[in-house]
Structures are given as C-alpha cells and as structure tokens.
T-cell receptor, first 117, second 115 residues
Framework: GAGVSQSPSNKVTEKGKDVELRCDPISGHTALYWYRQSLGQGLEFLIYFQGNSAPDKSGLPSDRFSAERTGGSVSTLTIQRTQQEDSAVYLC???????????????FGNGTRLTVT | GNSVTQMEGPVTLSEEAFLTINCTYTATGYPSLFWYVQYPGEGLQLLLKATKADDKGSNKGFEATYRKETTSFHLEKGSVQVSDSAVYFCALTLNYGGSQGNLIFGKGTKLSVKP
C-alpha cells in the first residue's frame, strides 16, 4: 500500500520567507511525527501528534516553527521567517499506535530537503 | 539526559567482510533499542529491534544484542554485500508510563561496501 508521502521533495527559499511542508501519513495511522535531519547530525525530534490529544511540541527549536494536523490525517509543518540554520531534511513518520512497541514501528517518508539561501 | 552515541563513519568495507557498527546509549527507565537503515534515495526503515535486556534483534543477516551491563546495542553482520551500502541509525525509545514513542537517534553511520 501507499507509504508516508511528503511534499515538496525539495524546497529552496530565501532567508526570511515562510515555508510549509506537507505530510500525508499512512491511512489509519493515528500517530504522526516530525523529525529534522541536519548534515552530520542525527535525527532531531520536532513534534508528535497522537489522535485527538494535544501534540507534544517539546522538540520545536523556536517559536518560528509550528505544525498542525487536520482531521487526524494530513500534517503541515510551517517555518516562519526562515534562517539559514533551518536548512535540513525534514522527515515525517507515522505509526498505527502511540508507541514504538512490537507492532508499531515508525514508517518514514522520504523527507523534504529545505535549503535556505 | 537520554542519548545515543554511535561510531562515526564513513565505514568502507569490501564485499563479504565482517561489519560492526558500535552503538551505546544513556537512558532513564527501560529503553527499547532499534536500528534503522536509510538506503540511497529512500526513507528510513526499521532494520531490527530489541525491547529488553539480552534480547537479540535480527533481520537480513544483521544482528544486535541489547546489553544492559554495557549499555550497548552494536550492529553486526558476518558478510556484507554491496546492497548493504546505506546509512545506519541506532535509536532508542523509553518504555515507561507517559512514553510517547519519541525515537532518540544517533548521528548515523554511513556504510559503503565495495565489490
């Protein structure tokens, strides 16, 4: 079946502009995660949505970052007033349940490569 | 805090060589441990996992044993193939009440296998 879909696959933007990144999770998956992968760094957790619960925003690096998930499905990550240090690959993942236990590994999309010039 | 440390790459091996990628962790509580793999041009995918001490995860010829005494989860394969060339990420998640399944990742180790 279809996996996690992210768009755009690449985005180049000028410093100071706002960007929106989109994630379509696997149908029926209740948990959705955003991670950031910077060059030479590991994957940095950003935000987590689980069903109708309040999202865990503890990983968002600044108030320029926000995310929403409409109808429990599609999610949009918004970065306002982009800075060069925001350049990274932004990865979305979904899972059928809230945890990463035996039956619910994370399924990752191919990511959006953001370049801020 | 909770963290994962894995050996820095890149690692370059010849086909059929033995592979070890070291991973150690620091965690409060009782973590589950994972190896994820990212093949060129593809998204991350789960390679193997272990949810408690002394468990061994295995898949596609890769193995890793959860060692609580050394807080390690080293990835091994006896004979690598060119198709194993990828970036490998060690990760953990915590397994106590309130855990929301956030994966904490290492920085990744790039493996290149030459024919």
């Amino acid at each position: 079946g279809a996996g996690v879909s992210q768009s755009p696959s690449n985005k180049v933007t000028e410093k100071g502009k706002d960007v929106e990144l989109r994630c379509d999770p696997i149908s029926g998956h209740t948990a959705l995660y955003w991670y950031r992968q910077s060059l030479g760094q590991g994957l940095e957790f950003l935000i987590y949505f689980q069903g109708n619960s309040a999202p865990d925003k503890s990983g968002l690096p600044s108030d320029r970052f926000s995310a929403e998930r409409t109808g429990g499905s599609v999610s949009t990550l918004t970065i306002q007033r982009t800075q060069q240090e925001d350049s990274a690959v932004y990865l979305c993942a979904s899972s059928p349940t809230r945890g990463t236990g035996d039956n619910s590994p994370l399924h990752f999309g191919n990511g959006t490569r953001l370049t801020v010039t | 805090g909770n963290s994962v440390t894995q050996m820095e790459g890149p690692v370059t091996l010849s086909e059929e060589a033995f592979l070890t990628i070291n991973c150690t962790y620091t965690a409060t509580g009782y973590p589950s441990l994972f190896w994820y793999v990212q093949y060129p041009g593809e998204g991350l995918q789960l390679l193997l996992k272990a949810t408690k001490a002394d468990d061994k995860g295995s898949n596609k010829g890769f193995e890793a044993t959860y060692r609580k005494e050394t807080t390690s989860f080293h990835l091994e394969k006896g004979s690598v193939q060119v198709s194993d060339s990828a970036v490998y990420f060690c990760a953990l998640t915590l397994n106590y009440g309130g855990s929301q399944g956030n994966l904490i990742f290492g920085k990744g180790t790039k493996l290149s296998v030459k024919p």
